[in-house]
């Protein structure tokens, strides 16, 4: 079992930057992929950047590819989402989740079994 908590979301105006955490419990944190995933009101659930359980191997949606970065630190059982240049309609909850993805599986929200509660990134114009 693994537990997500994600925190740092927030109200940024458009062009700003907000870092988002997911802190994980347990001791196998470093044997699983982790992906974010954001939702918006009126829409599906979409998948925004994943890295493999090492951190050598990464994805990014198209629509935030340049501006997101996902890192983590196995040693603190954390993922990070570093965005910059935020735009309105990057407005969502945004939720971490953990799972055994391989390389060509990290874009898919079935390959993740944990998630966290979601915290909310709100982008004003």
């Known amino acids: 079992q693994v537990q997500l908590v994600n925190s740092g979301g927030g109200l940024v105006q458009a062009g700003g930057s907000l870092r988002l955490s997911c802190a994980a419990s347990?001791?196998?944190?470093?044997?699983?992929?982790m992906g974010w995933f954001r939702q918006a009101p009126g829409w599906e659930r979409e998948f925004v950047a994943a890295?493999?359980?090492?951190?050598?191997?990464?994805a990014y949606a198209d629509s935030v590819k340049g501006r997101f970065t996902i890192s983590r630190d196995n040693a603190k059982n954390t993922v990070y989402l570093q965005m910059n240049s935020l735009k309105p309609e990057d407005t969502a909850v945004y939720y971490c989740?953990?799972?055994?993805?391989?390389?060509?599986?990290?874009?898919?929200?079935?390959?993740?079994?944990?998630w966290g509660q979601g915290t909310q990134v709100t982008v004003s114009s």
């Open positions: 989740a953990a799972g055994t993805a391989g390389d060509y599986g990290l874009g898919y929200e079935r390959e993740y079994d944990y």
């Open positions: 347990g001791r196998t944190f470093s044997s699983y992929a």
């Open positions: 890295v493999n359980w090492g951190g050598g191997s990464t």
